[in-house]
């Protein structure tokens, strides 16, 4: 079970990011499997990540800070594969396609996808 989304950033470089899935709490949980940029064709693979009701995870991809848990500081980064893009997994300037996979129908999920604007400059 595959959901599209576009997100646009109006950033002039690559721009790191954090995902935050939420499970809504009702229906049963969501494993999922990968979240992929099709616009750099990178991809985050997981063993896979179980999403239970009423749990709130978070991806943190931005560089130094790389972390994957719960959103109360629980991290579990041993369920990312190893083969995952975890240090290209960016979005650029413009509009960027992200696919998430489920193996379960993930209809009671939301996803966030935030960043810090980043500009490059010469001063």
């Known amino acids: 079970h595959t959901r599209y989304g576009t997100v646009t950033g109006v950033q002039t470089c690559a721009l790191p990011i954090f995902i935050e899935i ?25 063993n896979p990540l179980t999403i239970l009701p009423g749990e709130s995870w978070l991806i943190d991809l931005r560089p130094g800070r790389f972390f994957v848990g719960l959103t109360n500081g629980k991290g579990v ?7 995952s893009d975890v240090a290209e997994f960016y979005l650029l300037p413009g509009a960027n396609t992200l696919a998430m996979y489920a193996s379960t129908a993930p209809t009671n999920i939301t996803v966030f996808i935030r960043w810090v604007e980043t500009y490059w400059s010469i001063d």
């Open 22 to 46: 939420i499970h809504d709490g009702t229906g049963a949980s969501a494993d999922l499997e990968y979240i992929r940029n099709h616009t750099t064709n990178k991809t985050l693979h997981f």
């Open 77 to 83: 980064t041993s369920n990312v594969a190893p083969y």
